[in-house]
């Protein structure tokens, strides 16, 4: 377990799956946990998530979204779940990390569940290496070859979206998908990196992709926040049927 996570922070776990394959409007629930203690192999002992006073009994190998609320703050990472236990009345489970963890800022945090096209393209290693140095890329957009794919969530921070191509993991690329800003419908483009590419279950050609935005400006972060926010509260609005 990492010295950073601490017996009783809290934990919220947000189950990932695979979008593409449901109804990309369903709400995907977020799960309350605690730590409890460290498990074997270095895993994280946690107690079973309670809603409505029933046991959510969560099914190993399964992957979630994890955050932890710990002295230090907000803490991120990707987490399987390696045991189902009962000691006593006690339902738990453990989890591994699967990916370190990642100190978030709680507007970054929020995401947006979407179904959205995306169109991204990998730098070669002489773009990259005047993005990482703050130089501006000679390569006009116009010129390169763009692959297609679907966006499944958008936070501050990135992007989750799939593709039919896996992508090599920590390699740089541009992506580009829309926002709307009061009414107009404007495209971003953004440099990111790969965090993760797997094939998802049950499709041999869709890969999982998931991305950290670099270098990119206050400005343009905050618009992205701005448009996750309005659309979530349009979206409460019209259940709420106070249209």
């Known amino acids: 377990m990492d010295s950073k996570i601490t017996i009783g922070d809290k934990i919220d776990l947000k189950k990932i799956e695979n ?11 977020v799960y309350v946990s605690q730590v409890l203690d460290e498990a074997e192999f270095g895993d994280i002992l946690c107690a079973m998530p309670i809603s409505e006073g029933r046991v959510i009994p969560l099914s190993v190998g399964d992957e979630y979204d994890t955050t932890f609320y710990t002295n230090a703050g907000l803490l991120n990472c990707q987490t399987q779940v390696t045991g189902r236990y009962k000691r006593g009345s006690l339902f738990l489970l453990s989890l591994r990390q699967l990916t370190d963890l990642k100190k978030i800022q709680r507007r970054e945090y929020f995401r947006l569940d979407c179904h959205n096209p995306v169109k991204y393209r990998v730098l070669t290693d002489n773009e990259r290496m005047d993005v990482e140095a703050g130089r501006k ?18 936070s501050g921070g990135g992007i989750r979206f799939v593709s039919g191509t896996r992508e090599e993991i920590i390699s740089m690329i541009q992506v580009r998908f829309e ?12 440099y990111a990196k790969v965090l993760r590419s797997e094939r998802t279950p049950n499709k041999s050609n869709v ?3 998931r991305i950290e935005f670099f270098g ?28």
């Open 19 to 29: 979008r593409i394959a449901v109804n990309p409007n369903r709400d995907v629930p």
């Open 179 to 190: 926002i709307i800003e009061d009414g107009i419908i404007e495209a971003i483009y953004a």
């Open 207 to 209: 890969f999982d992709q």
């Open 137 to 154: 890329s000679t390569v006009t957009v116009d010129e390169c070859e763009w692959k297609d794919g679907i966006m499944i969530d958008l």
């Open 216 to 243: 990119m400006k206050r400005g343009m972060r905050e618009r992205i926040i701005k448009y996750i926010f309005d659309t979530q509260r349009k979206s409460r609005v019209k259940e709420s049927g106070m249209e």
